[in-house]
């Protein structure tokens, strides 16, 4: 069904297990998912094809959360980041095409390695995000979202830097990322990176992340606003490492 994926039958069946449980971990803390089945998924396929595939599948994901967060999505927050964002975000797409796998995984681990400082100086000095902070933060935003998935590390001290709470934290990342992959996924369409079977890979695995979102929103609303960071540091530290692996072993 996949060339791909080779002659092995349970690559699939593995995959979307991964996307479940990756929609399980976006669903509860809006981040990490996509970032957790390209670190996996990457291992079978290469980073290279990966990208696209998950891409694909974070439509899915980012739709779902956000329909399930609707009623707490901060718009005016997604129009400023996107007004700021979406020239960049298409800028770096075009330049993702012209990297090679390793210097991808490189540019994985070095953009969460350098999102854990920033997210303890956001933290330490209670940064207050006001209008032209979010829009320069979106343009830088927008550059990384167009090479990795799951840029939201960089952007989040920011969003939260204007006072939400972590449910309108979700939500809104979830919509801005939404607009941002649909955008992504338009500019690869028209070059080679984009084929019908990564498509509906991509598909598959998506269609997998939205029950899992639903459990995910479940966790959400029962955690406090502290654990909740504590388990996206937790995370960002495997994640580094894996795509630090990915990259030297290649």
């Not at 996949?2 to 981040?31: Q, R, T």
């Not at 998924?41 to 980073?47: L, N, R, T």
């Not at 330049?95 to 991808?104: A, P």
């Not at 079977?197 to 991509?202: D, K, P």
């Amino acid at each position: 069904m996949f060339e791909i994926l080779g002659s092995d039958p349970w690559l699939l069946l593995l995959i979307i297990a991964v996307a479940f449980f990756a929609g399980i971990v976006h669903g509860a803390i809006g981040m990490i998912g996509g970032l957790l089945m390209t670190g996996v998924i990457a291992h079978f396929i290469g980073i290279k094809l990966t990208v696209p595939v998950i891409t694909c599948a974070l439509i899915f994901s980012h739709f779902s959360r956000g329909y399930m967060l609707r009623k707490d999505i901060e718009f005016w927050a997604v129009r400023r980041v996107l007004l700021f964002g979406l020239p960049t975000v298409v800028l770096g797409s075009i330049t993702f095409g012209y990297l090679s796998s390793q210097v991808i995984a490189l540019v994985f681990g070095s953009v969460l390695t350098i999102s854990l400082p920033i997210k303890y100086w956001a933290r330490k000095h209670s940064i207050k995000t006001g209008p032209k902070l979010l829009a320069g933060a979106s343009v830088v935003w927008g550059g990384l979202a167009g090479n990795v998935i799951g840029p939201g590390f960089f952007l989040a001290p920011f969003l939260l830097g204007t006072g939400m709470n972590r449910l309108a934290f979700v939500g809104t990342l979830a919509t801005i990322t939404l607009a941002m992959n649909l955008v992504k996924i338009s500019v690869f369409a028209f070059t080679d990176l984009l084929t019908p079977e990564l498509i509906l890979l991509g598909v598959i695995a998506g269609l997998a992340t939205i029950p899992g979102n639903f459990l995910g929103q479940k966790i959400l609303r029962k955690m406090t606003d502290g654990f909740h960071e504590k388990i996206v540091d937790v995370m960002t530290i495997v994640l580094v490492a894996n795509f630090f692996y990915l990259a030297f072993s290649s």
